[in-house]
């Protein structure tokens, strides 16, 4: 079980991150070797499985947006044990990202620092991707410049998917910021409401001050008054970085958990039962998971607790979730909440 991190880990660790990452992801695009996995490490119970917006899951641990960027492995990441798989970020047009170095690890913490600014191959390409290498459940996170271009890329990933993820909260994208104006946010969630069939969530910015705090409860405003199915929190914290090329970036990781579970607990405190609520940020145990759950979270994401801890966190969380379930005697994990 610990064969990744005596051996493998230290490997891809002396590896630019970036390489380490189109190195693992090879790997994930071989399904059948995953499927082998699933079938040796997959926990199966009924106990664990849930519906959020109307998506049924196996359990209630997903893989965070940006890990497979273009969904050229959906199914065989899926194969470790996830309930569901966030693809993207998907933009209408292909993007070459930022400039280079943009990721960068910092160990000490288990934390990433990343700007990469959504380098991916464009929605048409990404259709086809997932065309031929299809998942389910599968939620697509898009994202855009532009209304327009964000109404256009999910019209053509809505019909092939179980729900969309929209992505204005990326710190690393010159532009994004212009849905941080309410009234723009507004006529986005309006557009794309007429333009998808399914689900639909929004993934929020964090806060980390009043300011920011204010900022993102009206982005929850909105979003309930128009109409979405839920929110994933949160995306990465800004910061600043001389060793990445455009100076600045996002941390992922341990130092965002304590913050997410803070948010969970505030949003799902002003919304109430009324929609999902997606936690995302620093989870790497089963404690981690619970605890957000505790906070109000259905159901909780996970990038960079799988680079520090591999493949067998999938196992580990979701066997630490059926123990407690067991322990507290509830019969399913909804319950964990308490309501
Ligand atoms: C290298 C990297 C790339 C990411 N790319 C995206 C992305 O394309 N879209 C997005 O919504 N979030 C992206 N994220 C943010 C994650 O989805 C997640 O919100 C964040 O990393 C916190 O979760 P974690 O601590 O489990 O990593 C990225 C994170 C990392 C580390």
Redesign the pocket.
């Known amino acids: 079980m610990e064969f990744y991190k005596n051996i493998i880990r230290p490997l891809l660790f002396k590896l630019p991150p970036e390489t380490a990452h189109t190195f693992t992801t090879t790997a994930f695009r071989n399904a059948s070797i995953w499927k082998l996995w699933n079938t040796i490490n997959r926990i199966t119970d009924e106990r664990l499985k849930l519906s959020i917006a109307g998506i049924s899951l196996d359990n209630p641990i997903g893989l965070?947006?940006?890990f497979d960027?273009n969904c050229l492995f959906l199914s065989g990441i899926r194969s470790l044990g996830f309930g569901y798989i966030v693809g993207?970020?998907v933009t209408l047009n292909p993007r070459p990202g930022n400039k280079y170095p943009r990721?960068f690890r910092n160990t000490k913490d288990k934390a990433?620092i990343?700007a990469?600014g959504?380098p991916n191959v464009g929605a048409k390409e990404v259709v086809r991707n997932i065309q031929r290498n299809p998942s389910s459940p599968a939620i697509i996170?898009i994202s855009g410049l532009t209304v327009g271009e964000f109404v256009e890329c999910a019209k053509l990933i809505d019909p092939l998917v179980q729900g969309l993820?929209l992505?204005i909260?990326?710190p690393n994208t010159v532009g994004l910021r212009i849905f941080h104006k309410i009234e723009t946010f507004r006529n986005l969630i309006q557009n794309i409401n007429r333009a998808r069939n399914k689900p639909l969530f929004v993934?929020l910015p964090p806060y980390y001050d009043s300011e920011s705090q204010h900022l993102t409860f009206q982005i929850i405003k909105a979003s309930l008054e128009e109409g979405i199915d839920g929110f994933s929190v949160?995306?990465?914290i800004p910061v600043k970085d001389k060793r990445l090329g455009v100076g600045s970036g996002?941390v992922?990781?341990k130092p965002?958990f304590e913050t997410m579970v803070r948010m969970v607990q505030e949003i799902r405190q002003e919304i109430g039962l009324r929609l999902v609520i997606n936690g995302?940020?620093?989870?790497f145990t089963s404690d981690d998971a619970i605890k957000t759950f505790l906070a109000g979270a259905d159901t909780v994401?996970?990038?960079?607790?799988l680079v520090y801890e591999g493949p067998s966190i999938l196992f580990k969380i979701n066997q630490g979730l059926l123990h407690y379930l067991t322990e507290h005697k509830l019969k399913n994990i909804a319950l964990v909440k308490g309501y």
């Open positions: 965070a947006a940006g960027k993207g970020t990721l990433l990343n990469l959504f996170s993820e992505n909260s990326s993934k949160a995306n990465t996002g992922s990781g965002l995302c940020g620093g989870i994401q996970i990038y960079t607790g």
